[in-house]
């Protein structure tokens, strides 16, 4: 399936990864220029009707996340999933160490191998990578993506419909909650195959004293029209 593929040739290795952490360090959320083409994402939201590729189905009504509702890929991940992830983690692992060298906090081995088999070590066998779909009326509560005590401290979404085309509204919104202040809100509406990367939890912020941790939360805002779908690729595995 791996035809005319544009930058997902080997995803990630065209992207400006200086750019994209000063983006990251400036604002908490970094947008990449078009990752997957059209037809490719058109592949992956296709995907969503076929039970046998997911391990799991949350109707985020029911626990009150939401309107919408998720799959979750069962191992082994489709193809596209599966290079994504692969090719975007090491890049992304030399940004989260630098977080992490900022934050004191242990760091991150240098492929997707390596944190599996630390997620591995703490109970945490299971794919995180995910389709999102929301239709009129759907949105996201602002949460975080906490699997298990292993947490690779970035993800990427990507968007796989038009905006204006596909839907309207629904755009991604991002709250950094900054220590005694009020909160800073980020909105963003990427295009169809742009990625957005972001924290999972928080990150590093400079202040008076050094670094801090800030914690960022994400969501969706109502989508007014048409359906939207959203393939996130988490890199931690869950319990
Ligand atoms: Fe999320």
């Given at each position: 399936?791996?035809?005319?593929?544009?930058?997902?040739?080997?995803?990630?290795?065209g992207?400006?990864?200086?750019?994209?952490?000063a983006?990251?360090?400036?604002?908490?959320v970094?947008?990449?220029p078009?990752?997957?083409?059209?037809?490719?994402?058109?592949?992956?939201?296709a995907?969503?009707?076929?039970?046998?590729?997911?391990?799991?189905?949350?109707?985020?009504?029911?626990?009150?996340?939401?309107e919408?509702?998720?799959?979750?890929?069962?191992?082994?991940l489709?193809?596209?999933?599966?290079?994504?992830?692969?090719?975007?983690?090491?890049?992304?692992?030399?940004?989260?160490?630098?977080?992490?060298?900022r934050?004191?906090?242990?760091?991150?081995?240098?492929?997707?191998?390596?944190?599996?088999?630390?997620?591995?070590?703490?109970g945490?066998?299971?794919?995180?990578?995910?389709?999102?779909?929301?239709?009129?009326?759907?949105?996201n509560?602002?949460?975080?993506d906490v699997?298990?005590?292993?947490?690779?401290?970035?993800?990427?979404?990507?968007?796989?419909?038009?905006p204006?085309?596909?839907?309207?509204?629904?755009?991604?919104?991002?709250?950094?909650?900054?220590?005694?202040?009020?909160?800073?809100?980020?909105v963003?509406?990427?295009?169809?195959?742009?990625?957005?990367?972001?924290?999972?939890?928080?990150?590093?912020?400079?202040?008076?004293?050094?670094?801090?941790?800030?914690?960022m939360?994400?969501?969706?805002?109502?989508?007014?029209?048409?359906?939207?779908?959203?393939l996130?690729?988490?890199?931690?595995?869950?319990?």
């Amino acid at each position: 399936m791996h035809d005319q593929m544009t930058i997902t040739d080997t995803p990630g290795t065209g992207l400006d990864w200086a750019a994209l952490e000063a983006e990251l360090d400036r604002s908490g959320v970094a947008v990449t220029p078009p990752i997957l083409t059209p037809a490719r994402c058109a592949e992956l939201l296709a995907l969503y009707d076929r039970d046998e590729l997911f391990r799991s189905t949350v109707v985020m009504s029911r626990h009150a996340f939401g309107e919408g509702d998720y799959r979750y890929f069962a191992d082994p991940l489709p193809g596209l999933v599966r290079d994504l992830r692969e090719h975007l983690y090491p890049p992304l692992a030399r940004i989260a160490n630098r977080w992490a060298a900022r934050l004191g906090e242990a760091a991150f081995p240098d492929d997707l191998a390596g944190l599996h088999e630390r997620c591995a070590a703490a109970g945490q066998h299971r794919p995180t990578p995910l389709v999102l779909r929301y239709g009129p009326g759907g949105y996201n509560c602002l949460h975080q993506d906490v699997y298990g005590d292993v947490t690779f401290p970035l993800q990427v979404a990507f968007m796989l419909s038009a905006p204006d085309t596909d839907f309207t509204g629904g755009e991604s919104v991002f709250v950094e909650q900054r220590p005694r202040q009020q909160s800073r809100p980020v909105v963003l509406r990427p295009g169809v195959g742009q990625g957005l990367i972001f924290p999972v939890r928080h990150r590093p912020v400079p202040g008076a004293r050094g670094f801090r941790r800030v914690a960022m939360r994400h969501g969706v805002s109502e989508i007014r029209s048409g359906r939207r779908h959203v393939l996130g690729v988490v890199f931690h595995n869950a319990r």
